[in-house]
């Protein structure tokens, strides 16, 4: 599709290090993107450093950690303390300093919102800038724990249904 023409580009999500190893060594396109997981408590640095070596771009799903909240999580990035803290210093929103985040270390982010006034506050982030003081406090609040489901888990098994129109 690509080489046709019918296609600009090609994605990629959930891919994992082995995922990408083997679509790296027997196709001949780098994917543009790869959407992961990406929030403060799950930050997957070292596939983000295997993106970078190979230019592909990483787009982060649940990029305010909705996925914390939403599946009824004990501690939330929502009402996480540091984060709290950096955004009252910018007069932010927690949620505005981890987008903030994301852009400001090249990350492409898609949050995802069902109210118009969170929509606008999601977008409002390009009149401040975050420290590296702040960019290095918020890394530190990586716990290594997924929020969504293991990409190997995933299988015809447990994920498979049937598409009508297919
Ligand atoms: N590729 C994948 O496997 C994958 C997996 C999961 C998600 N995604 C995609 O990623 C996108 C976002 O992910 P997500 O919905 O999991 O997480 P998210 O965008 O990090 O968080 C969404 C949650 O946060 C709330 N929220 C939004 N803006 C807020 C704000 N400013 N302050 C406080 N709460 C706020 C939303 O509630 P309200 O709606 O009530 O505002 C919702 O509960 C979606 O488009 C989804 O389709 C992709």
Do not use: C
């Amino acid at each position: 599709m690509l080489a046709d023409g019918n296609v600009r580009a090609i994605g990629v999500s959930n891919f994992m290090p082995n995922h990408l190893r083997r679509l790296l060594a027997e196709t001949s396109v780098i994917p543009a993107v790869n959407q992961i997981e990406v929030h403060p408590y799950f930050q997957q640095t070292a596939l983000q450093r295997i993106h970078a070596e190979h230019g592909i771009l990483t787009q982060a799903w649940s990029p305010i950690g909705g996925i914390t909240s939403y599946l009824g999580g004990s501690k939330t990035t929502f009402d996480d303390p540091t984060l709290q803290n950096i955004a009252r210093q910018h007069g932010k929103s927690p949620a505005q300093v981890m987008l903030r985040g994301h852009l400001q270390q090249g990350r492409s982010a898609i949050p995802k919102s069902t109210k118009p006034a969170r929509i606008a506050e999601n977008f409002d982030v390009f009149d401040f800038e975050l420290s590296k003081d702040q960019l290095t406090a918020i890394d530190a609040l990586d716990t290594s724990v997924r929020g969504g489901p293991d990409p190997d888990s995933i299988t015809l098994e447990t994920f498979g249904r049937e598409i009508p129109e297919a």
